[in-house]
C-alpha cells in the first residue's frame, strides 16, 4: 500500500548518502543485501552519490534514518531548509526521534 501511495504524493524521489562514496562507487552492500531480500533487482548502472546543498534544496523532504544523518545534512543546508530534513521514523509514532533499527 505504502509503495502504491508513494507515487501519488512525490513527483520524484532521489536516494543519496551522507557518507557516500563522492566518486560514484557502487551501491553499500547492506543496501544492496536489503533490496534483494525484498526482491528488488539492483542494476549496474546504479551508483552511490553523496547529498549535495544543491540537491537539500530541490526536494520538500529530505528523509534520513539516523540522527546524526540529520545533523550533517542540516549542516550543508541552508538554514531555511532545515525543517525539510526529517527522521525516517518521525512519521512512525511510537518511533519518532529515533533511528532506524
Given amino acids: 500500500i505504502f509503495r502504491a501511495k ?4 512525490f ?5 543519496a548518502g551522507v557518507h ?15 533490496l534483494a ?4 533487482s539492483l542494476d549496474r548502472k ?6 549535495e546543498p544543491a540537491q537539500l534544496a530541490r526536494y520538500d523532504l529530505v528523509l534520513a ?7 550533517a545534512l542540516r549542516a ?7 525543517p525539510r ?10 518511533m519518532a526521534g529515533q533511528n532506524v533499527p
Avoid at 513527483?11 to 536516494?15: D, E, R, V
Avoid at 557516500?20 to 543485501?33: F, I, K, L, M, S
Avoid at 546504479?46 to 547529498?51: I, L
Wanted: cysteine-free; proline content about 5%.
Fill in 6 to 9: 508513494l507515487g501519488d504524493v
Fill in 37 to 40: 531480500r525484498h526482491h528488488y
Fill in 46 to 51: 546504479w551508483r552511490s552519490q553523496r547529498a
Fill in 76 to 82: 550543508k543546508a541552508e538554514a531555511e531548509l532545515h
Fill in 85 to 94: 530534513i526529517q527522521m525516517l521514523t518521525d512519521f512512525v509514532p511510537e
Fill in 65 to 71: 534514518m539516523e540522527a546524526d544523518h540529520v545533523q
Fill in 20 to 34: 557516500a562514496d563522492p566518486r560514484g562507487g557502487p551501491v553499500d552492500a547492506r543496501a544492496a543485501a536489503a
Fill in 11 to 15: 513527483k520524484t524521489i532521489a536516494s
